[in-house]
């Protein structure tokens, strides 16, 4: 890559970091092969010319064309390295995919801090014994007020010029929300906003996503080819029978109801390694969660108890073979840990973990 190597963390000058982050969206140049083609052609050619020239009248006619065609050739090869040269001075010096990392999580806890002084949020309200608060990234609305690139690193991420981020502080009394948009370039946060709701005034949560399921069952077509069928495991019998298999999704949207009206939304990406999931074998994304984190906050709060062991099972019948309390979600004192739990942005590639 060109350029120097860059300082590292906040040490880097403001201006430097603002270059090397708005070209980091500008297209990479490809090494131009094809204008070393015309050069080299050009110059055959134009060689060739002379060569006519110095034989005689006979090759006078061919060596005209040669010499034209091999102008012509040169002078396209030419302005190509020029226009290679002009797209590498707006590509380079380029921020690396590690300094974009570092720019948006070096400024989480930054944001966090001030969420917790404009909501004026004391530890004591915080739920003890499980993380703090939840941190969602998703895509900013101002693209009218603030330039918005988007571009995929060379490890495979895509990443953006500007996020929005939304942290939610579980409080045992109210639902305080922070939500700011980080332009990357600078550092700085634009157009920060404050929520906050009583829990009890909650009224749910709803999402929506662009999902493909895949379950552990197929259609076999009755004795006409369409009706009268019935469904046969193809990848699981008995218990399993029935269970979703896998899923793939890619961009999904979070919205907080109070009052009866959308009080939070937010436009979630997913990113590319998390987008596939498979039951058992691959890890939830950090999304879902994370979402189901803030689910179990509300449900906690809302007055509403957790099912009975023994409890009939409200919803789909159980499928044949299955445990039923099997199916309960588990008690929320599991599980809990005093760290704070964020989304990984989309496109951001970690470990999956197998069992």
């Known amino acids: 890559m060109a350029g120097a190597q860059p300082k590292p963390g906040n040490l880097m000058h403001p201006e430097q970091r603002a270059e090397r982050a708005g070209k980091y969206f500008a297209p990479e140049p490809s090494t131009p092969v094809a204008q070393y083609v015309k050069l080299a052609f050009g110059g055959g050619l134009l060689l060739m010319a002379l060569v006519m020239f110095a034989v005689g009248d006979a090759a006078i006619c061919l060596g005209f064309l040669c010499g034209v065609g091999g102008a012509v050739l040169v002078v396209l090869g030419l302005v190509g390295l020029l226009n290679y040269a002009e797209a590498r001075r707006r590509a380079y010096p380029r921020a690396t995919d590690q300094e974009m990392d570092a720019w948006l999580y070096g400024a989480e806890e930054a944001i966090a801090q001030m969420?917790?002084?404009?909501?004026?949020?004391?530890?004591?309200?915080?739920?003890?014994?499980?993380?703090?608060?939840?941190?969602?990234?998703?895509?900013?609305?101002?693209?009218?007020?603030?330039?918005?690139?988007?571009?995929?690193?060379?490890?495979?991420?895509?990443?953006?010029?500007?996020?929005?981020?939304?942290?939610?502080?579980?409080?045992?009394?109210?639902?305080?929300?922070?939500?700011?948009?980080?332009?990357?370039?600078?550092?700085?946060?634009?157009?920060?906003?404050?929520?906050?709701?009583?829990?009890?005034?909650?009224?749910?949560?709803?999402?929506?996503?662009?999902?493909?399921?895949?379950?552990?069952?197929?259609?076999?077509?009755?004795?006409?080819?369409?009706?009268?069928?019935?469904?046969?495991?193809?990848?699981?019998?008995?218990?399993n029978m029935g269970a979703q298999f896998g899923h793939y999704t890619q961009r999904q949207i979070i919205k907080l109801l109070v009052s009866g009206r959308v009080a939070v939304d937010l436009w979630l990406g997913i990113a590319p390694n998390e987008a596939m999931v498979i039951q058992g074998v691959t890890e939830p994304s950090s999304v879902d969660a994370m979402i189901s984190q803030l689910r179990e906050h509300l449900r906690e709060h809302s007055g509403a108890a957790y099912p009975d062991g023994n409890a009939a099972l409200s919803g789909p019948a159980v499928p044949s073979g299955a445990d039923p309390t099997a199916l309960l979600m588990p008690p929320p004192s599991e599980g809990h840990t005093t760290e704070p739990i964020r989304q990984r942005p989309p496109g951001e590639e970690n470990e999956q973990r197998h069992s």
């Not at 002084?117 to 309200?125: C, D, K, Q, V």
């Not at 693209?143 to 895509?158: E, T």
């Not at 929005?164 to 305080?176: D, E, G």
């Not at 009755?222 to 019935?230: A, F, L, R």
């Open 115 to 239: 969420g917790y002084r404009r909501l004026n949020i004391h530890p004591t309200e915080l739920a003890q014994g499980r993380r703090p608060y939840l941190v969602f990234y998703g895509i900013p609305e101002l693209f009218s007020v603030l330039p918005f690139h988007w571009n995929r690193g060379r490890d495979g991420k895509l990443r953006y010029s500007a996020y929005k981020i939304m942290i939610v502080y579980m409080s045992n009394w109210r639902l305080p929300v922070y939500e700011c948009v980080l332009d990357i370039a600078t550092g700085a946060t634009i157009r920060d906003s404050t929520k906050e709701y009583a829990l009890g005034n909650v009224d749910g949560m709803e999402t929506s996503a662009d999902r493909v399921s895949v379950f552990n069952e197929q259609w076999k077509p009755g004795s006409d080819g369409n009706s009268g069928g019935v469904f046969t495991g193809a990848i699981g019998n008995g218990p």
